[in-house]
């Protein structure tokens, strides 16, 4: 993961390895380039969520292990609390993704269980309380939770869970992409609980196809929507991925089985990748479909680009052999123009769903 600070001129860098994660801290003002100047070691194997708030100024890196949280004080040299582990009976497995209120005192995870929320207190980075949990989708019987976000409001937060097929809830029918609105509300002292309800629901309206990354703009992708920019305007971007893909879940590049089936889905495919966006009055409007696959978005400040990192598979049936080459994107969201820049590849056992590859971070 990348974040920059709102506030100092740090870029924060959380990387991994088979020892755990690394949380690099460099200065980017430093001649004649930036550099690293402070490193923070810490336990986990898995990353679910990795989160600033820069009203309270701490960092959490949200793993399989628990919530790691870092006081932003001295920003050049962040101060790691103690780890917070999960509570007893909490299955870490279970967890979809995390994330981090913008006033930094709540943490939102996502569970495959039974399409819920499970909120945890972190004000007090050195301990966290458990807090509400919230079922989204109480009708459903497979998983269907995809992704969230929160966006920060005059009083308080709402967080958008994207909804829609998973490996899971494929093997019994494509299901209707959503995106839940849910109201949260951070408790102002620990003697108080977290309020949260979900707030709307509205449809994707787009068929065969599943959501996975989402993002937001306040401002339009060309001078015409600005024009119509009021103070409860946004945009809300999201990827998406063609749900036959699915199949790579059980059945991935990596097996023969898998790369001869493989070939074959993605000769047949029109598109795998789709991006999407949302206005604040619920009008779609689809940028683009293309041969790649989205792992990670972010739009620029002033909502004219999208930073992107793709992934293409490029098959031969004759050889019966994939290679996925990789690449840094940039788009012009009012023209469509891009500009891309090769950047590595990934392995075939790593081309699998939830395509959850590559980070992307714009400075404001």
Known sequence: GVLFSRDTSYAYILTSSTSGFTLLTMDLTTSPKPKFQDKKKFSGSKLLGFGYSASRKVLVAITDQGVQGFSLESPGSPIASVLQPWPKGFASNTVVEAALSPDGKVVATLLTTDNSLAFFDVQVLHNMKTGPRLQLLPEAKVPLLRSLKFHEEKSGATLYVLTG????????????????????????????????????????????????????SRRGANKLEDTAITKWTRYFYYTMFHAELLTLAKNPLSTPSGLQAGIELLAGLPFLGVLH???????????????????????????????AVNCIPRTDKAKLSVAIPCEIEVVDLDTGRSQAHPSGKL????????????????QD
């Open 347 to 362: 392995t075939p056992a790593a081309f699998v769903p939830p395509f959850r590859f590559g980070t992307t971070a714009i």
């Open 165 to 216: 097929d998973t490996p899971a809830s494929l093997k019994v029918g494509y299901h209707d992409n959503r995106v839940v609105l849910v109201e949260v509300r951070s408790a102002p002292d620990r003697t108080q609980e977290i309020k949260a309800k979900v707030e709307a629901t509205r449809p994707l309206l787009i068929d065969k196809v599943t959501p996975s990354t989402l993002t937001f």
């Open 277 to 307: 966006r949302l206005d604040d009055k619920s009008s779609p409007r689809t940028f683009r479909k293309i041969p790649k696959v989205t792992g990670a978005l972010s739009i620029s400040t002033d909502g004219r680009q999208a930073l």
